[in-house]
């Protein structure tokens, strides 16, 4: 999964049709490293979306932006609009993470 590396380009991806998924994390959150223990699976299942993983705390604005109060989170966006967001207390496990996907 590419890390975001500056806001222009979480702009450019945001906005293009094909829907992408950001997954905001930051280096000090287990959360965040039990969920790259399962996240590989359901990236190779559900390709229909590019995947970018977002530094909450190196892009504070960005997350405050889409209201991403928790890590790990995902965002679906497609033309610069969010489209979904799976809070951080139900990004837990490989189950949640699914049953997101699959009611988006």
Same mark, same amino acid.
């Given at each position: 999964?590419?890390?975001?590396? $500056?806001?222009?380009?979480?702009?450019? =991806?945001?906005?293009?049709?094909? @829907?992408?998924?950001?997954?905001?994390? &930051?280096? +000090?959150? @287990? /959360?965040?490293?039990?969920?790259?223990?399962?996240?590989?699976?359901?990236? &190779?299942?559900?390709?229909?979306?590019? +995947?970018?993983? %977002? /530094?909450?705390?190196? #892009?504070?604005?960005? !997350?405050?932006?889409? /209201?991403?109060?928790?890590?790990?989170? =995902? =965002?679906?966006?497609? $033309?610069?609009?969010?489209? !979904?967001? =799976?809070?951080? &207390? $139900? &990004?837990?496990? @490989?189950?949640? %993470?699914?049953? #997101?996907?699959?009611?988006?």
């Amino acid at each position: 999964m590419e890390r975001i590396k $500056n806001t222009e380009q979480f702009q450019q =991806l945001i906005s293009q049709e094909k @829907p992408v998924i950001m997954k905001f994390t &930051a280096g +000090w959150c @287990p /959360d965040c490293t039990r969920m790259d223990m399962f996240i590989g699976d359901i990236i &190779a299942e559900y390709n229909q979306y590019d +995947w970018y993983e %977002v /530094d909450r705390d190196e #892009f504070p604005e960005v !997350a405050e932006k889409y /209201d991403v109060m928790g890590i790990p989170s =995902l =965002l679906i966006f497609q $033309n610069a609009e969010k489209q !979904a967001h =799976l809070h951080s &207390a $139900n &990004a837990k496990s @490989p189950e949640q %993470v699914v049953s #997101f996907l699959q009611s988006v």
